[in-house]
């Protein structure tokens, strides 16, 4: 079976996919904030040895860990206004579904960087005077965000690809304008390549320069 392509409807209807990609980058840069920056607070917790902050973050991690984002998304946009009474949006649950979902994912990298600091450097830093914290703060957490850049970049990547999950819940971005151009004009094949396409193009040269970052920091090393 043939097809035909057909992009003549894609390209007259690009100020849909534009309004659609704007809604993309608000939703990805809300989410990646929100994710990387509550990370580091369950990342520090998780390698607490406190079980008042330990034993939390570890249940925090392992429940939007383990299940889909798509599934949490659903959850605060439906489930979510019926048990407490307060209403979401469709913006406001993708938020949280993916924010909450990175904040699991981005808290292990952290522990995991914090743990490759030599045990060393804390016992400089105790006997240097400085507190728990301050060692942390000052010597520990420098060297380790150092080390996990290059995974915290590609966390933020797929936190971009996971925008399309909004669309389950109608928020206006890529995904979800394709959509309404494929339903339209009956050309999901054109619709569906084209968000491909643009995903692509704003990806590639931050993925390449993923690659460069990695190599800095090696030579750094």
Do not use: C
Not at 56 to 81: C, D, G, K, S
Not at 151 to 178: C, D
């Amino acid at each position: 079976m043939t097809h035909t392509w057909d992009f003549a409807t894609i390209i007259q209807n690009w100020q849909v996919l534009w309004v659609g990609l704007k809604g993309t980058v608000l939703i990805f840069l809300v989410t990646v904030v929100l994710g990387l920056a509550g990370g580091l607070l369950v990342g520090i917790a998780r390698y607490a040895r406190s079980r008042f902050l330990n034993w939390p973050a570890m249940a925090f991690v392992e429940v939007f860990r383990n299940t889909p984002v798509l599934v949490q998304i659903i959850w605060f946009y439906y489930a979510f206004p019926i048990l407490t009474g307060i209403e979401v949006n469709p913006f406001l649950a993708a938020v949280l579904g993916i924010s909450l979902n990175t904040m699991a994912f981005s808290a292990e990298i952290y522990r995991a960087g914090i743990q490759s600091i030599d045990p060393g450097q804390w016992e400089a830093g105790k006997a240097i005077g400085m507190t728990y914290n301050q060692t942390l703060r000052r010597i520990i957490l420098p060297v380790a965000i150092k080390r996990v850049l290059p995974a915290l970049t590609n966390r933020g990547i797929e936190v971009f690809k996971m925008s399309t999950l909004a669309s389950v819940v109608a928020y206006v971005e890529t995904l979800n304008q394709a959509k309404l151009i494929a339903d339209l004009n009956f050309n999901p094949i054109e619709a569906y390549t084209a968000v491909a396409l643009i995903f692509f193009v704003v990806l590639y040269p931050v993925v390449q320069g993923t690659y460069v970052l990695e190599r800095i920091l090696k030579k750094g090393d």
